[in-house]
């Protein structure tokens, strides 16, 4: 395993030896003394768009973690993430070989990143064989699998986080912090909604059986969490409404979701996921006050905070996903509560069940919890 030692750290650590005793060492910089040495090694199960685009370059910057292994079914892709990231063979698995990660001691996270109908299956055998594991968004098919999946990490006694990014991300954390602070009032109304061109024939995620319900699984996970998040609250109820504009392309499900969240104190917020036009913003308002971020979801778009008097940026990683992997990496060395966790998932996902229930009957629903 290679040392990895960050600037600040070394820097820090060095002026520690030079004091020449760990006792004069604080607890968090023993920590850090302690795990310098270890890297955790994560496994990509599913080399697509978002593990080539995202996850294998920000492998590249993470400090507590490192790419040592693949899962792939397609052999040529194995040996073109073999070359690039210098994997052993001996850590390049297929779907058949998957369970074989049992045997492999440098192999400490399992990365889900599959389509969302394999997400509880194999988050669930990978917590069965003793790894930690990331699961993508959403977190599985229905609130129900998602119990199966916290009930799989207990038992395994693993750790288990959902690739919410944006949990650890700067602008996002501060408007949090501006949403839930007293002085301006409390929030009146939110809009958060994403969307993109991207329907196209044969796409599983516009197939009702491995993705789950289009726009709404796939989009919908990062507009609900932004509410609650701002809330600092669950939605009580919600209505919803599902959108067609393609017949030949949308089975079962619909191209555009719409809905309105309902929350303890009666703050809204309306929402919007699509697959058939570009939207990418999180506005959250008090009275006359309001942030706004826009773009606000889309992987490393760059985000600026815009209120009533400006606007600001705020120094961020170059990939989001660096910062969430290696949150993940500190909770496991360090024994640390996940943030992005399997009980954040489920919650939105009891929020997905319910806008489509709501959609099904026409009505507001009660959100069960
Ligand atoms: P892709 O379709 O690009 O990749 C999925 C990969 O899964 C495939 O390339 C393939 O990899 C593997 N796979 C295994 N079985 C199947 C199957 N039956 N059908 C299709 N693919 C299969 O999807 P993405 O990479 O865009 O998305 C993967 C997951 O990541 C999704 O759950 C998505 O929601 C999530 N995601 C999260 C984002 C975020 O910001 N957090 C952003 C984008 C996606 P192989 O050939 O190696 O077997």
Redesign the pocket.
């Known amino acids: 395993m290679k040392p990895h030692h960050s600037p600040s750290r070394r820097k820090a650590l060095k002026q520690a030896a030079l004091l020449g005793s760990a006792a004069f060492l604080s607890p968090t910089l023993l920590a850090c003394a302690k795990t310098e040495e270890k890297k955790l090694g994560i496994a990509l199960v ?7 685009v ?1 996850l294998g370059p920000a492998l590249r910057q993470t400090q507590y973690c490192e790419l040592r292994g ?5 052999p040529e ?1 194995a040996t073109k993430w073999q070359k690039e990231y210098g994997i052993l063979p001996a850590h390049s698995y297929s ?1 058949e070989t998957f369970d074989r990660l049992r045997d492999d001691p440098d192999i400490d996270i399992v990365y889900i ?4 109908f ?2 509880a299956e194999y988050t669930i055998r990978a917590l069965e064989m003793g790894k930690h594991v990331i699961c ?3 977190m599985g098919m229905d609130a129900a699998e998602c119990r199966a999946m916290i009930a799989a990490a207990k038992k395994a006694n693993r750790l288990l986080q959902i ?3 944006l949990f650890y991300e700067p602008h996002h954390l501060e408007m949090m912090r501006w949403a839930q602070e007293p002085h301006e009032g409390r929030i009146k109304l939110m809009e958060t909604s994403l969307g993109f061109d991207m329907a196209r024939p044969g ?3 516009i197939d009702k059986r ?1 993705g789950g319900g289009g726009a709404l ?2 989009l919908g996970p ?1 507009v609900i969490q932004a509410a609650r998040r701002a809330a600092g609250a669950n939605p009580v109820s919600v209505r919803a409404q599902g959108y067609v504009d393609d017949p030949e392309l949308y089975k079962g499900i619909y191209g555009t979701y719409t809905w309105q969240l309902r929350f303890p104190d009666d703050a809204l917020c309306n929402s919007t996921a699509s697959f058939s036009a570009y939207i990418d913003r999180y506005h959250v308002a008090k009275g006359h006050h309001y942030t706004e971020l826009k773009p606000a979801f889309s ?1 490393n778009a760059k985000l600026s905070l815009r209120t009533w008097d400006g606007e600001r940026t705020l120094p961020s990683a170059e990939f989001q ?1 660096a910062t969430q992997m290696d949150a993940f990496a500190r909770n496991i060395l360090d024994g640390t509560p996940v943030v992005a966790s399997g009980e954040e998932g489920l919650i939105d996902m009891q929020i997905v069940d319910a806008i489509k229930q709501a959609i099904e009957k026409g009505r507001e629903v009660e959100i069960g919890y």
């Open positions: 599913g080399l697509g768009n978002y593990a080539t995202q693949i899962v792939t079914g397609t892709k779907y990143v599959l389509p969302n394999m997400h993508e968004k959403p690739g919410y990014r796409l599983w995620r491995m699984m796939d990062y992987a996903q």
